[in-house]
């Protein structure tokens, strides 16, 4: 999930000041948000307190069910259109996406009322971790599903680095080394060791704009349904 954090109330104030907004929508989002407490319900009742308390007055709330679903998303905003209107901006507790996905469905002014950190794990709740960079070329399958792009502070592919010590990073000095994880559970697994994983194709990661998984969904659906099939 997107990992997100607070943004400082300042530079969100800032944002409505430099508009001289005086009346504000507020939109959370109902998945990755809600998980990592920054963009639920009880996150947005505290931003209505915090602007309402600044003097700002909060025309509604929506907590999105996923607010980086662009259908969903449009839905939500025209369920709640005479808020908006009456809204001179929206601020919006959901990751980058999710706030893009708000200020495409809207014709008013959006602004971030989360930073969005990272791509990380649910450990426990309220505890994150940061598990992927999102490279485009993934070496899971040589790491026995440890990332060293992401885990390893120095984003090293082989390793260890000469730094390791006892098992433990050099950098991060509170937590086991990343590539002496992998080989622990590579061990485990009875596999063996890639000899060398060979330098990353920067260019897979590459910002691809817009990718569709609908030609290969909709040819497996002809296929199911014995369309072409002659029969
Ligand atoms: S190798 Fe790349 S895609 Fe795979 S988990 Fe690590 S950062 Fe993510
Ligand atoms: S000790 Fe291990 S995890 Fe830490 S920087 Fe070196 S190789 Fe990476």
């Given at each position: 999930m997107i990992i997100t954090k607070p943004r400082d109330w300042a530079r969100i104030k800032g944002n409505l000041e430099e508009l001289g907004a005086k009346r504000v929508f507020l939109m959370g989002c109902g998945e990755c948000a809600t998980v990592a407490h920054t963009g639920g319900h009880a996150e947005l009742m505290v931003a209505k307190s915090v602007l309402e308390g600044a003097?700002?007055?909060?025309t509604g709330l929506v907590v999105g069910a996923v607010a980086c679903h662009s259908g969903g998303t449009r839905l939500e905003m025209r369920k709640h259109q005479h808020e908006i209107d009456a809204a001179d901006a929206v601020v919006v507790l959901a990751c980058g996406a999710g706030v893009q996905t708000a200020a495409d469905a809207i014709a008013k002014p959006v602004f971030p009322g989360l930073e969005s950190a990272f791509l990380g794990n649910v450990i426990r709740n309220g505890v994150f971790e940061e598990r992927c960079m999102m490279c485009g070329d993934c070496v899971l399958d040589k790491t026995a599903g440890i990332c060293p792009v992401t885990t390893c502070p120095k984003g090293l592919l082989n390793g260890p680095c000469g730094g390791m010590w006892d098992g433990m990073c050099e950098v991060m000095t509170d937590r086991p080394c990343t590539h002496v994880k992998i080989k622990q559970r590579l061990a485990e697994q009875g596999r063996c060791r890639v000899a060398r994983i060979e330098p990353k194709d920067h260019s897979a990661k590459l910002k691809p704009g817009a990718v569709s998984m609908r030609p290969a969904r909709d040819a497996k659906k002809a296929a199911a349904s014995g369309e072409g099939s002659g029969s």
């Amino acid at each position: 999930m997107i990992i997100t954090k607070p943004r400082d109330w300042a530079r969100i104030k800032g944002n409505l000041e430099e508009l001289g907004a005086k009346r504000v929508f507020l939109m959370g989002c109902g998945e990755c948000a809600t998980v990592a407490h920054t963009g639920g319900h009880a996150e947005l009742m505290v931003a209505k307190s915090v602007l309402e308390g600044a003097g700002y007055e909060v025309t509604g709330l929506v907590v999105g069910a996923v607010a980086c679903h662009s259908g969903g998303t449009r839905l939500e905003m025209r369920k709640h259109q005479h808020e908006i209107d009456a809204a001179d901006a929206v601020v919006v507790l959901a990751c980058g996406a999710g706030v893009q996905t708000a200020a495409d469905a809207i014709a008013k002014p959006v602004f971030p009322g989360l930073e969005s950190a990272f791509l990380g794990n649910v450990i426990r709740n309220g505890v994150f971790e940061e598990r992927c960079m999102m490279c485009g070329d993934c070496v899971l399958d040589k790491t026995a599903g440890i990332c060293p792009v992401t885990t390893c502070p120095k984003g090293l592919l082989n390793g260890p680095c000469g730094g390791m010590w006892d098992g433990m990073c050099e950098v991060m000095t509170d937590r086991p080394c990343t590539h002496v994880k992998i080989k622990q559970r590579l061990a485990e697994q009875g596999r063996c060791r890639v000899a060398r994983i060979e330098p990353k194709d920067h260019s897979a990661k590459l910002k691809p704009g817009a990718v569709s998984m609908r030609p290969a969904r909709d040819a497996k659906k002809a296929a199911a349904s014995g369309e072409g099939s002659g029969s």
